[in-house]
């Protein structure tokens, strides 16, 4: 059973601040990652995909990848109070029967307050 | 350029009906995947429809199938329905696979 584990939060910070969301995840042949940013009552939205080790910024947001310690991390600076939302970690195995398929852990709650 | 579209938006069903949840993918996007999301918890792959067939599927019965047109736009139909059912239903679609997966705004589903 290929699983995707997050630190379910809630994470608080403020304004400004960096919020930093962490996933692991179980099958060292994972090829693809993903994040997602769920707004309550709506549906996953893409920000942000990396495939290869290290850093991929997109303005606020960077994406770092250690497939040797199996592990995606999201950082998001200058922080809004508009980041506020449930962000879903993402890991497509890339291989075999699988493939495809993304698996998703149970989401990090983030809140910033003014 | 359109998004992902899914439809209805919400649907209340009895235990032991049968629903139909339709798709409509992403321009240029031809594979379409289905996830089962309860509440508070990450989506949960059901199936995957790639020209038309059944690609791959997830650890769901039976009870769930679909179709996928030659227009790749595709159907989850769920059979028997059980209180365990109720969820929101998200259809994804990509440019083949493996790929970007861009979600639908999906389907609230509660089954009384």
């Known amino acids: 059973q290929k699983e995707v584990e997050q630190n379910s939060g809630p994470l608080s910070v403020p304004e400004g601040a960096i919020a930093s969301l962490n996933c692991t995840y179980s099958d060292r042949g994972s090829q693809s990652f993903f994040w997602y940013r769920q707004y309550s009552g709506k549906s996953p939205e893409l920000i942000m995909s990396?495939?290869?080790?290290g850093d991929k910024e997109d303005g606020r947001f960077t994406a770092q990848l250690n497939k040797a310690s199996q592990y995606v991390s999201l950082l998001i600076r200058d922080s809004q109070p508009s980041d506020s939302a449930t962000y879903l970690c993402a890991v497509n195995s890339g291989r075999g029967s699988t493939l495809g398929r993304l698996y998703f852990g149970r989401g990090t709650q983030l809140t910033v307050w003014p | 350029d359109a998004g992902v579209t899914q439809s209805p938006t919400h649907l209340i069903k009895t235990r032991g009906q049968q629903v139909t949840l339709r798709c409509s993918p992403k321009s240029g996007h031809d594979t379409v995947s289905w996830y089962q999301q309860a509440l508070g918890q990450g989506p949960q792959f059901i199936f995957q429809?790639?020209?038309?067939?059944?690609?791959q599927r997830g650890n769901f019965p039976d009870r769930f199938s679909g179709h996928q047109f030659p227009n790749y736009s595709s159907e989850l139909n769920v059979n028997a329905l059980l209180l365990g059912d109720s969820a929101l239903y998200l259809c994804?679609?990509?440019?083949?696979?493996?790929?970007?997966?861009?979600f639908g705004p999906g389907t609230r589903l509660t089954v009384t």
């Open positions: 429809y790639y020209e038309e067939e059944e690609r």
């Open positions: 990396i495939y290869s080790n």
């Open positions: 994804a679609s990509s440019p083949g696979h493996p790929s970007e997966q861009y």
